[in-house]
């Protein structure tokens, strides 16, 4: 089994990244902060004003090291990418896959039934939690149907699928707010809303989606599938479709329980949150390190893995989940097994 590593962020404004040996050096106002040898390091993600030398660039290239530039408020900017890896033949089944429209129904109709499954363990774990609440039992239940539309086979079609999935997400999102259960006039939601996120949660759960986007394109190009090509999320310039596929399955575990708890246990205030001209939030640069620490250790949590039956840590999640995608596309599986969270 693959091990986890390291993923160094780098949120100082006006940090310089260069080579060393073997190792990354990080230097600011000429002083090093850090050293970090290549082996232990999986990715290197750069906030704002952070550069790197063309030598480290090649260095991280070399070694499948992913860098990744993203805006100071993490949006995502641009990824330095080495040689594609994997085996041609299995990414042109990718495509001929994703072309063909009763196939990415299959794969897409899998994804989302494990998406509302685990919105729907996130409910029940929150009642346990919580106690009992009439609003969110009554969502269960909706989400509960809507999962056994998919199980019936009524969604054909993928516009079949993505009508599934928007009522589920519907369903889940409208009692999102009552999982919420201390400073709720700072952090209380009403609905998703991006680009920009007009409140703090809406705030916490964007920045942390970007984060796990990183990690699902990274598990991608590892087992040599094309990130942009997806079955679900059909092609558009710049988006990462498949991505995005395999992030439906994981967010409400990996993203949602992540930021309930960090709210719910006031690991962030709503003094960390900073609110622009144009109504967007954003967090500010210590609730930004605050949550990437949490970030880690949730990625260092052990589970049981429900398809492989071995424990793992949920940082190898997204890995796993692309190298089982790969083996259905090769025909080792006889279909795709999504992450379903116990």
Not at 48 to 77: D, K
Not at 88 to 102: F, G, H, I, K, T
Not at 305 to 315: A, K, N, Q, T, Y
């Amino acid at each position: 089994m693959k091990h986890l590593l390291n993923t160094l962020y780098i949120t100082t404004q006006g940090a310089y990244l260069s080579k060393d040996g073997e190792t990354v050096l990080v230097r600011v106002e000429e002083e090093t902060r850090l050293r970090v040898p290549i082996h232990t390091l999986s990715g290197i993600i750069c906030f704002g004003r952070v550069s790197c030398s063309p030598p480290l660039m090649g260095f991280c290239a070399e070694n499948n090291v992913a860098l990744s530039y993203l805006s100071e408020h993490g949006q995502f900017l641009a990824r330095v990418q080495g040689p594609v890896n994997g085996n041609v033949l299995l990414r042109r089944e990718q495509y001929r896959r994703a072309d063909s429209p009763e196939q990415s129904a299959a794969v897409a109709r899998t994804v989302i039934q494990a998406k509302l499954a685990n919105c729907r363990t996130v409910l029940l774990r929150g009642m346990r939690e919580h106690g009992k609440n009439a609003q969110i039992d009554e969502a269960v239940g909706r989400l509960a149907r809507n999962i056994q539309l998919l199980e019936n086979g009524v969604a054909d079609c993928i516009d079949a699928v993505r009508g599934i999935e928007g009522d589920g997400a519907r369903n889940y999102f409208c009692v999102f707010d009552h999982l919420i259960t201390t400073a709720k006039e700072h952090f209380f939601f009403r609905e998703r809303s991006r680009r920009p996120p007009l409140d703090n949660v809406n705030a916490l759960l964007s920045f942390v989606y970007t984060l796990l986007v990183h990690d699902i394109v990274g598990a991608l190009e590892s087992v040599g599938l094309d990130p942009a090509v997806g079955f679900l999320h059909r092609d558009r310039p710049g988006r990462p479709g498949l991505a995005l596929d395999l992030m439906e399955e994981l967010r409400p575990v990996l993203a949602d329980r992540l930021c309930l708890s960090m709210i719910n246990r006031r690991q962030v205030h709503e003094d960390g949150f900073e609110k622009s001209e144009a109504r967007g939030v954003s967090m500010d640069a210590p609730t930004r390190k605050e949550v990437l620490v949490a970030w880690q250790k949730r990625k260092q949590e052990e589970i049981q893995h429900p398809f492989l039956g071995e424990r793992i840590s949920f940082g190898l999640v997204p890995y796993v989940q692309a190298l089982l995608l790969a083996r259905y596309l090769r025909g080792d599986l006889d279909a795709y097994p999504a992450f379903f969270w116990r």
